[in-house]
């Protein structure tokens, strides 16, 4: 099952691959990692994507929190939680194409945020399955360039992750 | 406050954790380190012949003591050379402190000469690791690592120091205390989970007590021995748990697992109440998880490190605690409320263990032609009365020693369990003789084993390390032929150890005594002169010509379970259940 797990961890020079070692080290799966300081510049908050049986991520949780420079993981997956993530794709749009492409933006709330004679570049919000949908909807020529950052999550309400 | 150099820095904080025996080999990037060692009197440096064996000999002296074990390697090659020691080290949670040299910090990533990256190599056999990019920091690392090394799971911790900062100069103050947020290690267990283990050992009618390497190097041997006298239950101790339990005591049945006794793994099969105490149940030990459980049990897991528990076995009862600790609590709370077993059913379960200890599967078939590897053992064990420090090498002669010297305290069985690295046995020697300058240390190897670190023979002769190094020459890789033996239809590739030097001749050239012993009825006239008043200063090598068709039984074959071993000779055939008279297996078998 496809779980979200959240790291505070201290924000030092090789932390990020430690995590990333233990992943391949032990075979676990890494499906998205996203991470940046947070408003405590000596801590980063790492959103870890990744998929396994319940003792799998169970081993996957006790061998994160092993890591010296680990300081709290939750897993978001044990209650409500909110994910997003960003995409910027660029799509062809000359001609015919133009008007279709500033339509599929608009209904998927995008926002176009580059424009050239030729191309668009839509930047797009939303939970994985929303980015997915947008990409199916489109005609797989018209799409030059595509990237993703990601999930990012957070919990619901008053459940917080912090030291 | 003074003016140090990061070199100077280095040795002051060794002293500060009274560090006693530095293990290391000299080269570029440590110099300036080397040369404030030159410079100081507060520990002795070792210079051994290859940086492995420095690893190797900090960890036996850590694993022979109370103390954290020290290497200092160079960049590059010093620190790639070490990295079988680390991971020798961290398999088994021996607590070191590895320095490594590292290049200049502006040369950090142009490969420059003698460069590697020591942080990344090291980064999954390590319990951490640093790197010192500015002087300032120098102090609080050691402070952290040492900390980090022996707390909690116990484990080897590497810095790295670029040799500009060994050169630059700060204000040095080594901190008293240090807080590391992100790491507290858990002491106490829960004290509801202690009641509730206490609770499932009075419900017991077949309790068992299965004891690793944790009870070792947690020091809770004495409150391991307090638990199995109090209610009488019969104890396993597994290859890193061995001295846990007296291996004398009456209520041990012996190592359990793959060349476990027949009694410890049935025992361990049949149970309905488990308490593992710092164990993890790793393949060698209860080999296939499902075979295991097939036999219900309730389990009960003390171990200090969260992540051991439900790895390989789903448990009833974990608590998460230091293992003297949590023992110390479980035995008030027992005490307390005066739970024990049944007695009428404990009767019945040490019956059916009598009955299982009765056929004695380490009998082997003694010989006057040819010299048993066991036999070996066994004399070494009654000419040392039991108390020698031993330190072994891996494979046929591994098992051999962890079967027949039956180990009277913990840290006096010193091998690697986890890692199993030849070339271990030699090197350990020389570390656990300098923690223990007194004692008898005895090196069990092979012919295989004992040349995969043989040049520490000279540093031995430097330091005068005196131990004394049964080499059971069988003229192959015992354990490979064994298994190719079984396995592999008797094809023995690569297992023979042809061109062999005469061992003797080169124990002499290292300036050491050396004996060969060909005769069943030398063995002990030998072992006596080695380790008898004349030769008591020295380094005795003796090259046992052992029976090279010797195998290791009992042996549970790899995906069978606890109660499928292949037998010694005589047991051939006996059924691996309960006896059919005893009336609370009716239906377990």
Same mark, same amino acid.
């Not at chain 2, 010192?132 to 911790?157: C, M, N």
């Not at chain 2, 490979?480 to 124990?507: C, H, N």
């Given at each position: 099952?496809?779980?979200? #797990? ?26 998205? #990692? ?6 405590? $510049? ?5 959103? +870890? ?32 939680? +909110? ?56 005609? $797989? ?18 459940? +917080?992750?912090? +030291? | 406050?003074?003016?140090? *150099? ?58 022979? *003591? ?43 990533? @142009? ?234 059913? @404990? ?44 330190? *072994? ?197």
């Amino acid at each position: 099952m496809r779980h979200i #797990l959240s790291v505070l961890i201290e924000n030092e020079a090789g932390a990020l691959s430690r995590v990333t070692g233990l992943f391949s080290a032990r075979g676990y799966n890494i499906d998205s #990692l996203t991470v940046q300081t947070t408003e405590d $510049p000596t801590l980063s908050r790492m959103t +870890i994507v990744t998929h396994g049986s319940d003792d799998v991520i169970e081993q996957i949780t006790k061998q994160l929190n092993k890591l010296i420079e680990v300081v709290k993981v939750i897993d978001l997956n044990e209650a409500d939680h +909110i994910e997003r993530e960003l995409m910027l794709i660029k799509v062809r749009a000359a001609g015919r194409d133009r008007d279709e492409m500033k339509r599929m933006a608009d209904i998927f709330r995008g926002r176009i945020i580059d424009v050239t004679e030729k191309t668009y570049t839509i930047e797009l919000t939303g939970t994985g399955e929303k980015l997915d949908a947008f990409i199916k909807g489109l005609d $797989p020529t018209a799409i030059l360039e595509t990237v993703r950052t990601g999930a990012s999550g957070i919990a619901r309400g008053e459940r +917080i992750l912090k +030291i | 406050m003074e003016h140090l *150099s990061g070199a100077e820095i280095v040795t002051r904080c060794l002293r500060e954790e009274d560090v006693e025996f530095v293990f290391g080999y000299p080269g570029g990037a440590v110099l300036e380190i080397y040369d404030a060692i030159f410079r100081q009197t507060n520990f002795k440096h070792v210079l051994v012949r290859h940086e492995q064996a420095a690893v190797h000999a900090a960890d036996a002296y850590s694993r022979s *003591s109370n103390k954290v074990g020290v290497a200092l390697v160079t960049s590059g090659p010093g620190a790639t050379n070490a990295i079988t020691g680390i991971a020798t080290a961290y398999m088994d949670s021996i607590p070191l402190v590895v320095i490594s040299g590292q290049v200049p910090s502006g040369a950090i990533g @142009l490969d420059a000469f003698q460069e590697v990256d020591m942080v990344g190599c090291s980064r999954p056999i390590v319990k951490h690791n640093f790197l010192v990019k500015d002087v300032r920091d120098l102090a609080a690392t050691f402070k952290k690592a040492f900390y980090i090394a022996a707390s909690g799971r116990p484990g080897p911790v590497v810095i790295d120091i670029p040799k500009d900062v060994t050169i630059a100069k700060c204000a040095y103050e080594y901190p008293e205390t240090i807080n590391i947020r992100s790491y507290n290690p858990p002491t106490k267990g829960h004290p509801g989970q202690i009641k509730k283990a206490a609770q499932l050992l009075a419900e017991a009618k077949r309790p068992f007590i299965y004891v690793g390497g944790g009870a070792v190097q947690g020091g809770a041997s004495a409150q391991v021995t307090e638990l199995v006298r109090m209610l009488n239950v019969p104890c396993t101790n597994t290859l890193m748990g061995l001295g846990a339990l007296d291996g004398t005591d009456p209520n041990f049945v012996g190592m359990l697992g793959m060349h476990g006794t027949y009694e410890a793994n049935l025992a361990m099969q049949y149970c309905d109440v488990l308490i593992a105490i710092g164990a993890r149940f790793d393949d060698r030990v209860i080999s296939v998880p499902n075979q295991f459980l097939s036999n219900p049990k309730k389990i009960v897991h003390i171990d200090v490190d969260p992540s051991s528990i439900a790895k390989r076995v789903k448990v009833d009862v974990p608590i998460v605690g230091d293992v003297k600790h949590v023992l110390t609590d479980l035995v008030a709370v027992l005490k307390e409320t005066g739970a024990k077993p049944n007695a009428d059913a @404990l009767a019945n379960w040490w019956k059916q263990i009598d009955e299982w200890r009765k056929p004695n599967s380490l009998l082997y078939t003694p010989s006057t032609e040819v010299i048993k590897p066991q036999h070996v053992i066994e004399t070494l064990w009654k000419v040392t009365n039991g108390e020698a420090i031993v330190t *072994s090498d891996v494979g046929q002669h591994q098992m051999w020693a962890a079967q027949y010297y039956k180990f009277r305290r913990p840290k006096q069985w010193i091998n690697s369990g986890g890692l199993g690295t030849m070339g271990f046995g030699l090197p350990a020697a020389m570390g656990a003789q300098l923690a223990n300058p007194d004692a008898q240390v005895a090196c069990v190897t092979g012919e295989g084993s004992i040349q995969m670190n043989i040049q520490e023979l000279s540093t031995c002769k430097q330091y005068h390390t005196p131990v004394k190094v049964l080499s059971l020459n069988n003229r192959y890789l015992g354990m490979v032929r064994q298994w190719q033996e079984f396995f592999y239809g008797t094809r023995y590739s690569e297992s023979y150890m042809d061109a062999l030097p005469d061992f003797v001749k080169i124990a002499e050239a290292y300036g050491h005594v050396g004996f060969k012993v060909e005769n069943p009825a030398d063995v002990e006239p030998v072992l006596r002169e080695a380790f008898g008043p004349g030769l008591k200063e020295r380094l005795v090598f003796i090259d046992f010509r052992t029976d090279p068709s010797e195998n290791v039984f009992p042996m549970i074959q790899n995906g069978r379970g606890l109660n499928q071993m292949d037998l010694p000779e005589h047991m051939r055939g006996l059924q691996q259940t309960p006896f059919e008279n005893n009336r609370d297996y009716g239906n377990l078998c």
